[in-house]
């Protein structure tokens, strides 16, 4: 497309919005619309002068473009303040490679058996794995922990602990540096400090001995502490987290013999679960002499009968003949839920109750309303159920509850 045309599109598209413009301000009714409708109106519409005029300036931009290209392929144009022209792939490759860069070709392929290295902290002492928190025989480490004129260690707080970065890690002799460390120096590779013949030679080994067995602690001043610390300290890399207990023998227990414990592997598991509750439940577990937990019982309850106390039994006392006349609807009622078992000072009712744990409470305060609404004087129920403190036949299906 020339200039000319693209002029003629643009005086084209001037005159059009002139034209609307125009005609919302005639004498007609006023229908504005919003800028930005009209502006998406117009360059979604194929046949309008301004989509033509954008699609126009679109194709000549993509033929400068190529043209350029062209002229670089063949050698007219140099590349100079054309990158931006250029592939991602074009650019990296006229890069200069950095001979310190790390080659991915030269790592080899990843598979399963990078996963089976491990780190340091990475142990299972289970298996056998070496502790690599024990000290290296080799070095020698401080014997001895500062303390203050209380003898409390230095830095010691009952708060958080110990907090003395000079403790039993740390390092009085580190070795030297492998290239003069005696066992791994190599004296070829290394130019001599002095000759053969030099006087000083010795009394340099003198110095260096004697400084070496003043047993200094090497230190620098922690940047982020502010304080000083040993430069060479044992390494600590703690130890896995515990995160069960070991197996034990669950036969394991001072009362019952090899002979008599309950052999719960030739058990079924339904059956097995039923035996373990049951012994769970009655007291009077393997691990207890036989007759301890009879015995308890027998004291627990021997004061009901030596004082005469009814409360937390289920032993009958005395009922006054009016009272329980007048209270016949009530016990209609209840039915064979409850039985009356004494009446004390008159107002409070006693009754062995026969129904669901779950429902007793509800049951008394029920048994109370019905009790005052037959015109009698009710201060409390009392629902006695002796032993049984659950519900057998909602535990599991199974009826047995065993003695408390």
Same mark, same amino acid.
């Given at each position: ?6 002029r003629?599109?643009?005086?084209a598209?001037?005159?059009f919005?002139?034209?609307d ?9 006023i229908?504005i619309r919003p800028a ?8 979604t519409?194929?046949s309008?002068?301004l989509y033509?005029?954008r ?6 931009e993509?033929r ?18 054309y ?6 792939e074009? !650019?990296?490759?006229d890069?200069d490679? =950095? /001979? ?7 790592l080899?392929?990843?598979? $399963?058996? +990078?996963l089976?290295d491990?780190f340091d902290?990475?142990?299972d ?5 070496k502790?690599?928190?024990?000290l ?9 922990i500062?303390?203050?004129?209380e003898?409390?260690?230095?830095g010691?707080?009952p708060?958080?602990?110990?907090s003395?970065p000079?403790?039993e890690?740390?390092?009085?002799n580190?070795?030297?540096s492998? !290239?003069?460390d005696?066992?791994?120096r =190599? /004296?070829r590779?290394?130019?001599?400090e ?5 006087p $000083?030679? +010795?009394?340099n ?8 067995s003043?047993?200094m602690?090497?230190?620098h001043v922690?940047?982020?502490l502010?304080i000083?610390?040993?430069s060479h ?8 987290e515990?995160l069960s ?11 019952t013999k ?5 052999d719960?592997?030739?058990?079924g598991p339904a ?6 509750v049951q012994?769970?439940r009655?007291?009077?577990?393997e691990w207890l002499p036989?007759g ?13 009968k030596k004082h005469?106390?009814?409360t ?6 005395e ?6 006349k007048?209270?016949?609807p009530a016990?209609?009622?209840l039915?064979d839920?409850v039985?009356?078992l ?6 409070v009712?006693?009754?062995k109750?026969h129904g669901?744990?779950?429902n ?18 009710c ?7 002796g032993?049984r ?16």
């Amino acid at each position: 497309m020339s200039s000319i045309q693209l002029r003629t599109a643009s005086l084209a598209t001037a005159l059009f919005l002139l034209a609307d413009h125009t005609e919302c301000f005639s004498n007609a009714a006023i229908n504005i619309r919003p800028a930005a409708a009209l502006y998406n109106y117009k360059l979604t519409t194929s046949s309008s002068p301004l989509y033509m005029a954008r699609e126009a300036l679109e194709t000549e931009e993509t033929r400068i473009r190529d043209r350029i290209l062209e002229q670089i392929d063949n050698g007219l144009r140099d590349m100079k303040d054309y990158e931006e022209y250029l592939e991602p792939e074009q !650019v990296f490759d006229d890069q200069d490679d =950095d /001979d310190d860069a790390i080659d991915a070709a030269t790592l080899g392929q990843w598979d $399963e058996r +990078d996963l089976q290295d491990k780190f340091d902290y990475e142990w299972d002492p289970n298996k056998g794995d070496k502790d690599p928190n024990n000290l290296d025989p080799e070095f020698e480490y401080l014997d001895t922990i500062e303390v203050d004129e209380e003898g409390i260690e230095v830095g010691y707080d009952p708060l958080y602990g110990v907090s003395n970065p000079f403790d039993e890690r740390t390092i009085i002799n580190p070795p030297d540096s492998y !290239v003069i460390d005696e066992k791994t120096r =190599d /004296d070829r590779m290394v130019t001599p400090e002095f000759r053969d013949d030099d006087p $000083e030679k +010795d009394i340099n080994s003198d110095i260096t001995s004697f400084r070496k067995s003043l047993k200094m602690i090497e230190t620098h001043v922690d940047p982020f502490l502010n304080i000083e610390v040993p430069s060479h300290t044992a390494k600590w890399h703690g130890y896995p987290e515990q995160l069960s207990y070991p197996p034990q023998d669950y036969h394991n227990n001072r009362f019952t013999k090899p002979e008599d414990r309950t052999d719960f592997d030739a058990m079924g598991p339904a059956k097995a679960r039923v035996v373990a509750v049951q012994m769970a439940r009655q007291k009077n577990n393997e691990w207890l002499p036989e007759g301890l937990s009879a015995e308890y019982h027998a004291r627990k309850f021997a004061v009901f009968k030596k004082h005469g106390i009814l409360t937390g039994s289920t032993l009958p006392g005395e009922c006054d003949p009016e009272i329980v006349k007048k209270i016949r609807p009530a016990m209609e009622v209840l039915g064979d839920v409850v039985e009356l078992l004494s009446i004390e000072c008159e107002t409070v009712f006693r009754f062995k109750y026969h129904g669901l744990i779950k429902n007793k409470r509800g049951m008394q305060a029920w048994a109370a309303k019905l009790i005052r609404n037959c015109n009698v004087d009710c201060t409390g129920v009392v629902f006695e159920t002796g032993f049984r403190k659950r519900d057998p036949w909602y535990d599991g299906g199974s009826h047995w509850y065993g003695p408390y």
